[in-house]
């Protein structure tokens, strides 16, 4: 068991530049969602994907930021012309999606800050 | 609006007695519930859920939480606390949706430091 893995752990941008960044899930996961978490907060919902179709986004996902997952394994989330409030941990989990609920397993995150 | 409260931002214990972490979640029905530890600067790892059932599940390193249906409470415990169990740990709730997923709403998490 590999787990989820997510490239880079820091990433370290100035203000308007765009980045990228990498989730794999655990190989046998169907569903794969994204969370931001910042300083002394609990991570928040932004997107979900079962296989290759993004389902649902949250209110929290502005126009900057978009999420593919093309072949229903890997996924990216971009945020274009970062902003400060940008700045925070980039979570990915992934879940087996079989008719009923399963934990969500996450990996180390993606920690962004903006200069 | 559904949400989860964890009313201790941070708790002290000494290495060897007994932990509680309280949670509380508002919420029309019986959610998924969760526990997710999480050390500085790492992802959240899994330590226990409730999702029907017996309401005290055991879950790993040796926590233990109880469902109480009448208090919305979803309390963590653990008898003997180690040094290495300093972290932050979440409570979560897992809501559907209606779009399909089942997301995770988080409290803003419990910071446990352990004296020697």
């Known amino acids: 068991d590999t787990g989820v893995s997510q490239d880079p752990r820091h990433k370290i941008t100035k203000r308007g530049q765009n980045v990228t960044f990498r989730c794999d899930p655990i190989s046998e996961h169907n569903r794969l969602y994204w969370y931001r978490q910042t300083l002394g907060q609990g991570p928040e919902f932004l997107t979900y994907?079962?296989?290759?179709?993004?389902?649902?986004k949250s209110r929290l996902l502005s126009d900057r930021f978009s999420a593919e997952r093309p072949k229903g394994s890997f996924s990216t989330l971009e945020i274009q012309r970062t902003e400060q409030g940008d700045s925070a941990m980039y979570l990915c989990a992934s879940s087996l999606w079989t008719g009923s609920n399963q934990p969500q397993h996450f990996g180390d995150g993606t920690r962004l800050s903006i200069l | 609006a559904q949400s989860v409260t964890q009313p201790d931002i941070h708790i002290t214990v000494s290495e060897g007695a007994s932990l509680e972490l309280r949670c509380n979640y508002s919420?029309?029905?019986?959610?998924?519930l969760f526990w997710y530890v999480q050390s500085p600067g790492q992802g959240l790892q899994l330590l226990l859920k409730?999702?029907?059932?017996?309401?005290l599940v055991q879950g790993i390193k040796g926590f233990e939480a109880e469902f109480k249906r009448s208090q919305s409470s979803f309390n963590l415990r653990k008898p003997s606390v180690h040094w290495s169990d300093a972290a932050e740990y979440f409570c979560a709730v897992a809501l559907y949706s209606g779009a399909g997923s089942y997301q995770l709403t988080f409290g803003k998490g419990t910071k446990l430091s352990v004296i020697p």
């Open positions: 994907f079962q296989n290759e179709a993004q389902l649902e």
């Open positions: 409730y999702f029907s059932g017996d309401t």
């Open positions: 919420y029309g029905a019986t959610p998924y």
